[in-house]
C-alpha cells in the first residue's frame, strides 16, 4: 500500500507530514515509556535492555515479510503492512517508529513509496494501523479469558481489521488531496475489497509470529504484559481437575506470567535475525510479481495516471535489486539482505537512543 509521488497533491502531503512528525514526536516519548516498562524477568535484565534490540529486530523483520507479496486475488498480491504486529510485540509507540523506520528505508534506498508522501504513507501504513491494531487487541483482551490463546486470537483480529482501516484512511486522504478525477464510491469500494482479503494474510502472519514468541519468550511480548498465571491442573482417570491455589497477599496485584523462558534473548534476536534475512534473500524471489492491493486499484481506476517519478529511482538498490547485477535472484537477495541490514542497524540506533534518553530522567 506505498502510495507514490503524485497521488495526493501537495497541501495534503505537507499536511500528513506535519501529522506523521507530530505522532513520531509522542511515538518517541511513549517508547520511552514502553521500553521502561517491563520488570525484571527471568534473565534479570531490565526491560529496556531487552525490548530496545527486539524492536529494532521487529522492524527488520517487517521490512523482509514485505518483500513476500502474497496472491490475494486474480492479478492482485498483498503484503504485510506490519503495524498490528509491532504494537503487540513491541507496543504502540514503538510499533509506530518501527513501521516508520521501514518506510523511511524503503523510500530512500529502494525507491518504494514517494518521498514526498512520506508523510501520507506513514499516517496510513504506521499510524493508522497501529492505533487501530492495538485498540481492538486491547478491547478483546478485557473481554477474553485470559490467556495466551487468547492473545493469538486477539492479535489475529486485530491485524485482520488494521489493513482495511488502512484502506480508509486512504480513501479519505484521497478524497481530500486525490489529483485524478475518480470516482470516489469506485475507489473506496475497490480498496476495501481488495484489502479485507489482504488482511486475512496479515492476520494470519501476525497470529502466527506473536504466537511464537510467546511460546518461547511470553516476557518480551508487551501485549502479554499483566497476564495471570493460569492455575495448574492435573488430569485424574482423563479428567482435568483444578489443584487448589495457594493463599494470595491481601492487597497483592495479579501475579504476571512467570513461565521460566525457554530460549535466551541473545538466541531469540539471532534467530529472529537469520529467519529475515533468509526470508529477503531467498524467500522473497518466489514472491508474486502481481501489483499490490493500491497499485491495482490505481491501474484499474486510473489514479496512476499522475505518479511522478521517485527521486530515488537512480538509487543502486531502486526496485529491490542490485544495480549492475544481471541475476534476477542474486540482484533480489542481495537487495533484501542489504535492507534487512540497514533496517536494523537504523531501528536498533532508534530505540538504542530512546532508551538512552531515558536514563537521565529516571535519575
Same mark, same amino acid.
Given at each position: 500500500?506505498?502510495?507514490?509521488?503524485?497521488?495526493?497533491? +501537495?497541501?495534503?502531503?505537507?499536511?500528513?507530514?506535519?501529522?506523521?512528525?507530530?505522532?513520531?514526536?509522542?511515538?518517541?516519548?511513549?517508547?520511552?515509556?514502553?521500553?521502561?516498562?517491563?520488570? $525484571?524477568?527471568?534473565?534479570?535484565?531490565?526491560?529496556?535492555?531487552?525490548?530496545?534490540?527486539?524492536? !529494532? $529486530?521487529?522492524? *527488520?523483520?517487517?521490512?523482509?515479510?514485505?518483500?513476500?507479496?502474497?496472491?490475494?486475488?486474480?492479478? =492482485?498480491?498483498?503484503?504485510?503492512?506490519?503495524?498490528?504486529? *509491532?504494537?503487540?510485540?513491541?507496543?504502540?509507540?514503538? !510499533?509506530?517508529?518501527?513501521?516508520?523506520? @521501514?518506510?523511511?528505508?524503503?523510500?530512500?534506498?529502494?525507491?518504494? &513509496?514517494?518521498? =514526498?508522501?512520506?508523510?501520507?504513507?506513514?499516517?496510513?501504513? +504506521?499510524?493508522?494501523?497501529?492505533?487501530?491494531?492495538?485498540?481492538?487487541?486491547?478491547?478483546?483482551?478485557?473481554?477474553?479469558?485470559?490467556?495466551?490463546?487468547?492473545? =493469538?486470537?486477539?492479535?489475529?483480529?486485530?491485524?485482520? /481489521?488494521?489493513?482495511?482501516?488502512?484502506?480508509?484512511?486512504?480513501?479519505? $486522504?484521497?478524497?481530500?488531496?486525490?489529483?485524478?478525477? @475518480?470516482?470516489?464510491?469506485?475507489?473506496?469500494?475497490?480498496?476495501?475489497? @481488495?484489502?479485507?482479503?489482504?488482511?486475512?494474510?496479515?492476520?494470519?502472519?501476525?497470529? /502466527?509470529?506473536?504466537?511464537?514468541?510467546?511460546?518461547?519468550?511470553?516476557?518480551?511480548?508487551?501485549?502479554?504484559? !499483566? /497476564?495471570?498465571?493460569?492455575?495448574?491442573?492435573?488430569?485424574? %482417570?482423563?479428567? /482435568?481437575?483444578?489443584?487448589?491455589?495457594?493463599?494470595? *497477599?491481601?492487597?497483592?496485584?495479579?501475579?504476571?506470567?512467570?513461565?521460566?523462558?525457554?530460549?535466551?534473548?541473545?538466541?531469540?534476536?539471532?534467530?529472529?535475525?537469520?529467519?529475515?534475512?533468509?526470508?529477503?534473500?531467498?524467500?522473497?524471489?518466489?514472491?508474486?510479481?502481481?501489483? %499490490?492491493?493500491?497499485?491495482?486499484?490505481?491501474? %484499474?481506476?486510473?489514479?496512476?495516471? =499522475?505518479?511522478?517519478?521517485?527521486?530515488?529511482?537512480?538509487?543502486?538498490?531502486? %526496485?529491490?535489486?542490485?544495480?549492475? @547485477?544481471?541475476?534476477?535472484?542474486?540482484?533480489?537477495?542481495?537487495?533484501?539482505?542489504?535492507?534487512? &541490514?540497514?533496517?536494523?542497524?537504523?531501528?536498533?540506533?532508534?530505540?538504542?537512543?530512546?532508551?538512552?534518553?531515558?536514563?537521565?530522567?529516571?535519575?
Amino acid at each position: 500500500m506505498h502510495v507514490p509521488d503524485g497521488f495526493i497533491n +501537495a497541501p495534503v502531503s505537507a499536511a500528513t507530514g506535519v501529522v506523521a512528525a507530530c505522532a513520531i514526536a509522542v511515538s518517541l516519548r511513549g517508547a520511552r515509556r514502553e521500553l521502561a516498562g517491563t520488570a $525484571l524477568a527471568g534473565d534479570g535484565e531490565p526491560g529496556g535492555e531487552r525490548t530496545a534490540p527486539l524492536a !529494532g $529486530l521487529v522492524a *527488520a523483520f517487517i521490512f523482509a515479510v514485505q518483500m513476500l507479496n502474497f496472491p490475494v486475488a486474480a492479478g =492482485t498480491s498483498g503484503h504485510l503492512l506490519g503495524g498490528a504486529l *509491532a504494537a503487540i510485540l513491541v507496543g504502540p509507540c514503538a !510499533g509506530v517508529l518501527c513501521v516508520s523506520v @521501514v518506510l523511511l528505508m524503503q523510500g530512500i534506498l529502494f525507491a518504494d &513509496g514517494g518521498l =514526498t508522501a512520506l508523510g501520507v504513507n506513514i499516517t496510513d501504513m +504506521a499510524i493508522v494501523t497501529t492505533v487501530v491494531a492495538y485498540g481492538v487487541f486491547r478491547g478483546l483482551l478485557k473481554v477474553l479469558p485470559r490467556g495466551r490463546r487468547s492473545i =493469538t486470537g486477539a492479535a489475529f483480529v486485530a491485524a485482520l /481489521l488494521s489493513v482495511p482501516a488502512a484502506a480508509v484512511a486512504f480513501t479519505l $486522504l484521497y478524497a481530500i488531496g486525490g489529483t485524478t478525477d @475518480v470516482s470516489l464510491g469506485k475507489v473506496a469500494t475497490a480498496m476495501i475489497g @481488495v484489502h479485507l482479503l489482504i488482511g486475512i494474510g496479515e492476520a494470519v502472519i501476525t497470529a /502466527l509470529t506473536v504466537g511464537a514468541v510467546i511460546a518461547v519468550r511470553p516476557d518480551l511480548v508487551y501485549g502479554a504484559r !499483566g /497476564l495471570t498465571r493460569q492455575r495448574l491442573r492435573l488430569r485424574v %482417570d482423563g479428567e /482435568l481437575i483444578d489443584l487448589p491455589a495457594a493463599p494470595a *497477599a491481601p492487597a497483592a496485584d495479579p501475579e504476571p506470567v512467570a513461565a521460566a523462558p525457554r530460549t535466551s534473548r541473545r538466541a531469540l534476536w539471532i534467530t529472529g535475525l537469520v529467519t529475515s534475512l533468509v526470508l529477503a534473500g531467498f524467500v522473497s524471489f518466489y514472491a508474486s510479481a502481481n501489483p %499490490d492491493g493500491l497499485e491495482k486499484v490505481a491501474a %484499474d481506476h486510473g489514479i496512476d495516471k =499522475t505518479v511522478e517519478e521517485h527521486a530515488s529511482a537512480d538509487s543502486p538498490l531502486a %526496485d529491490y535489486g542490485v544495480k549492475d @547485477v544481471g541475476d534476477a535472484r542474486l540482484s533480489g537477495g542481495l537487495a533484501g539482505v542489504i535492507g534487512v &541490514g540497514a533496517t536494523v542497524v537504523a531501528g536498533s540506533a532508534v530505540f538504542w537512543a530512546v532508551r538512552r534518553r531515558r536514563a537521565p530522567e529516571a535519575s
